[in-house]
């Protein structure tokens, strides 16, 4: 019988999934995330677009900002929830 997993290992195993799939989701700007400078995801304008860092996008996250970035491409609600709860690790993984 398989043993059962930590809630620590079930934590690391979503954390990996997560960035598998934003590793996929931004291979055309280099693991980078785009920023939607005035909030509006509908307005693509190149003006209004900004490459920006995750590492950036999760420290601030982390300080109570919330920016309109596409972090949240391709994950289901429970991972956008953890990514969340866990801005500061998600920081330091960059």
């Avoid at 999934?17 to 291979?27: C, G, H, L, N």
């Avoid at 190149?46 to 300080?63: C, Q």
Wanted: charge should be positive; proline fraction near 2%; hydrophobic fraction near 35%.
């Amino acid at each position: 019988m398989p043993k059962k997993m930590t809630d620590k290992q079930k934590a690391e195993k979503m954390y990996w999934k997560i960035k598998r799939k934003w590793a996929k989701e931004t291979e055309l700007t280099n693991g980078w995330f785009i920023q939607h400078l005035d909030g509006n995801t509908l307005n693509n304008n190149i003006n209004n677009l900004k490459k920006i860092h995750p590492k950036e996008v999760f420290t601030r996250m982390s300080n109570g900002e919330d920016l309109i970035v596409d972090w949240v491409c391709g994950l289901t609600n429970k991972e956008i929830e953890f990514v969340r709860l866990n801005t500061d690790v998600f920081a330091g993984g960059y």
